[in-house]
């Protein structure tokens, strides 16, 4: 058994980064590839972006840029730091994990992006 538990989600400014963690706990000697997916309210889950155990990365076309994932395997942790949000990044964010040819899949972690707002001015 394994467990995956995601942290660092929060409430972020557009153009703002933020970096996700996954702890992974459990049988982690088992772990292979783990990954990073989100899913927007109403939208299906997408693929981020995958690491293999010996750090070979791969991104999802439309992720690539403003999204790297890394790999600390004495800590039993994958990243995902992310830059330059934008409103359209606003999703849970989960974490997986192919355990022993399982997919594992952690609780998520809220990620919000509001948009740099509009100043409205009223005169009489």
């Known amino acids: 058994q394994v467990q995956l538990v995601e942290s660092g989600g929060g409430l972020v400014q557009a153009g703002g980064s933020l970096r996700l963690s996954c702890a992974a706990s459990g049988s982690i000697f088992r772990i292979n590839a783990m990954g990073w997916y989100r899913q927007a309210p109403g939208k299906q889950r997408e693929l981020i972006a995958v690491?293999?155990?010996?750090?070979?990365?791969k991104y999802a076309d439309s992720m690539v840029g403003r999204f790297t994932i890394s790999r600390d395997n004495a800590k039993n942790t994958v990243f995902l730091q992310m830059n330059s949000l934008k409103p359209d990044d606003t999703a849970v964010y989960y974490c997986?994990?192919?355990?022993?040819?399982?997919?594992?899949w952690g609780q998520g972690t809220l990620v919000e992006v509001w948009g740099q707002g509009t100043l409205v001015t009223v005169s009489s």
């Open positions: 690491i293999s155990s010996g750090g070979s990365t």
């Open positions: 997986n994990a192919d355990y022993a040819g399982y997919e594992v």
